[in-house]
């Protein structure tokens, strides 16, 4: 079910803009773009307020992130678990992050690392932007879409990207407040490790699937 766009005052959409040359926001900032956000695009964005330290923390300490060589970020909002990657992978590692509203793409820019590429685009074309800038499989990639209000073929198209864009024994993570993510992924990556961080707003359910050697039935039809 898809969630009720509610008109926001132009006044302060106008207050959320940021410019590329500008530092990274502070917090109080932080909630108000996503509060307008939210309330502007509830399709598009998952969250009223940014992932907790908790959750971003959780998310860059994870294994498969400290031992990536390339590591994919699709919906990263205003970049808090961006910064945190980008702060436990290797020197040499390289993260490319995929943003569909030009607002968050905005803030994104005021990260700087070089180890950091951002697009602004939609996850279903996530095959084609790594070929644009040749990350060849994909170690991990990690999700905040909220694939509970999306699209059901849509959803399944992402999901099916992701399984294709990583290398055998590559990592999917998703965070989610429902579990919609996890039946679209169970036909092609089997069932996941869970796990639940209660300390976000909203709290949040964490999946991780190892994708397999063998490949599995895929969970989008040719018809």
């Given at each position: 079910m898809r969630r009720q766009n509610f008109p926001v005052p132009k006044l302060l959409c106008n207050t959320i803009t940021v410019s590329a040359t500008s530092k990274y926001p502070n917090l109080l900032t932080r909630l108000w773009r996503y509060a307008v956000l939210f309330l502007r695009r509830p399709d598009d964005i998952a969250f009223l307020a940014p992932s907790s330290?908790?959750?971003?923390r959780k998310l860059a300490g994870l294994p498969c992130v400290?031992?990536?060589?390339?590591?994919?970020?699709?919906?990263?909002?205003?970049?808090?678990?961006?910064?945190?990657?980008?702060?436990?992978?290797?020197?040499g590692a390289r993260l490319l992050a995929i943003e569909l509203l030009a607002d968050m793409v905005e803030v994104l820019h005021s990260i700087r690392d070089k180890r950091l590429i951002i697009e602004h685009d939609d996850a279903s074309e996530l095959a084609q932007l790594i070929d644009r800038h040749g990350l060849g499989t994909v170690d991990v990639i990690v999700s905040g879409i909220p694939f509970s209000v999306l699209d059901e073929?849509?959803?399944?198209?992402?999901?099916?990207?992701?399984?294709?864009?990583?290398?055998?024994?590559?990592?999917?993570?998703?965070?989610?407040?429902?579990?919609?993510?996890?039946?679209?992924?169970?036909?092609?990556?089997?069932?996941?490790e869970t796990a639940f961080v209660p300390w976000n707003l909203p709290p949040v359910h964490l999946y991780q699937w190892r994708k397999p050697q063998k490949p599995m039935s895929p969970c989008v039809s040719d018809t």
């Open positions: 330290r908790f959750l971003t400290k031992e990536a060589n390339t590591i994919v970020e699709l919906g990263p909002g205003d970049g808090g678990i961006t910064r945190d990657l980008l702060d436990e992978m290797q020197s073929q849509r959803a399944a198209v992402i999901v099916e990207a992701v399984f294709q864009s990583l290398r055998p024994g590559g990592t999917f993570v998703a965070y989610q407040v429902r579990d919609e993510v996890n039946g679209l992924a169970l036909g092609r990556f089997g069932k996941p």
